[in-house]
């Protein structure tokens, strides 16, 4: 519930009070910051992103995570949990941003480590120790057969990760494509579904698995779109927003005419613009079924623009069929409890204080979204563009 005229009282990073600005006493000497005319809401949490994937050149790829997570940070996403294929070295920056640690405010980290992969339990057992040993947050599997172009893992394998990742109690991250994957991966034990079911309709069956347990469910729509958008050149690339803080060299990338024509004649990406579709009506199915759904885009790979995908995605889900406060719910309360963290996605007392002020109010109009005026991540101003 938006609350008029309000206070948020921040100290050492966290959220002290909040309420109406007559309910709030201001401790003398503290320093006031005016957001009048703004509206707040908690930081975008993504559920699904990736960092350092484009930065494996890279003389130091923690200097270039530390960059990505920054720049997240600028466009209002204020905790990214990314699965999977982080460069080495990067857990330093696992989570604390509070003091600002040796550098400039940036977004959260969690991270999965290796994607898990391989063709027998002693393998896939060793390389989930592996990823515990370095201290991973979630482990990361692949249950997809990509368009029938690769082998996918046996069920017989991934009962074995899911087991081991429990022995850590980590918890297990899924990705996948089709209807009855989910049902193995769920009755197998999984914790988050990583991407949408994108081969048919879901069902009855998959609607009560899901909802047993409360596991998330994480659209990546915008993983879709990225993956046929770039048979031409889309006309998000000329969005202001996104000129305004983006890689300029992904964007050449990705209008390079040969490239293009590439992508323009291939099936694949035939494929996923209609796997968009069931993904969109999957979406408004499983949340109007009371699944909880987390905030996710799979931004990080080439074209799809941390930050920007962020906001382009709440847009999908509200196309989709959700209300711009569901939307909004799950990209910062309900991502918060998906990735079990209680510390973050609610301003109220005792949490972070993470949190995005917009000129006109997103809960209105999710493309409001795109008003970003001013971001907080643990009581940090974050310098925007
Ligand atoms: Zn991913």
């Known amino acids: 519930m938006p609350i008029s005229d309000a206070v948020i009282l921040v100290r050492e990073g966290r959220i002290q009070a909040l309420g109406p600005a007559n309910e709030v006493a201001l401790p003398i000497g503290a320093t006031q910051v ?3 005319g703004l509206f707040v809401t908690p930081g975008l949490i993504n559920v699904h992103g990736h960092v350092g994937g484009l930065a494996a050149a890279s003389a130091d790829p923690v200097q270039e995570v530390r960059a990505e997570l920054e720049r997240y940070a600028r ?80 069920p017989e394998i991934y009962r074995r990760v899911i087991e081991q990742a429990h022995e850590h109690e980590l918890p ?47 659209p990546t729509l915008t993983r879709e779109v990225s993956a046929f958008a770039y048979g031409e050149t889309p006309a998000f690339l000329a969005d202001p927003f996104l000129a305004a803080d983006v890689d300029s060299s992904q964007v050449e990338e990705v209008m390079e005419p040969a490239r293009q024509a590439q992508v323009a004649a291939s099936e694949s990406a035939r494929a996923y613009r209609a796997a968009l579709d069931v993904a969109q009506s999957n979406l408004d ?44 719910f799950s ?18 007392e005792g949490r972070w204080a993470d949190f995005a002020a917009f000129a006109a109010a997103p809960w209105d109009d999710i493309s409001n979204t795109k008003t970003l005026a001013r971001v907080w991540v643990g009581g940090n101003e974050i310098s925007r563009p």
């Open 172 to 218: 297990l991250e899924a990705h996948l494509f089709y209807l009855e994957d989910a049902k193995g991966l769920l009755a197998a034990g999984a914790d988050l579904i990583a991407h949408s079911i994108r081969d048919q309709a879901v069902d009855a069956d998959v609607i009560t698995a899901l909802l047993e347990r409360d596991v998330c469910y994480v």
């Open 331 to 348: 990209a910062t309360r309900d991502a918060a409890i998906c990735l079990d963290r209680g510390d973050l996605g609610v301003l109220e």
């Open 34 to 36: 005016s957001l009048e």
């Open 285 to 328: 199915s499983l949340s109007n079924a009371g699944v909880r759904i987390a905030f996710g885009t799979d931004s990080g790979p080439l074209g799809r623009f941390q930050g920007y995908f962020e906001h382009m995605e709440l847009s999908l889900m509200v196309e989709s069929g959700l209300t711009p406060e569901e939307a909004l």
């Open 75 to 154: 466009f209002g996403v204020t905790t990214v949990n990314s699965q999977g294929g982080e460069p080495g070295g990067v857990q330093g920056l696992r989570h604390a941003v509070f003091p600002s640690d040796a550098g400039a405010p940036r977004a959260r980290l969690l991270m999965a480590g290796s994607v898990v992969a391989g063709t027998t339990p002693e393998a896939v057992v060793a390389e989930v120790d592996r990823n515990a040993e370095r201290g991973v947050d979630w482990i990361k599997i692949r249950v997809d057969d990509n368009l029938g172009t690769t082998p996918k893992m046996s």
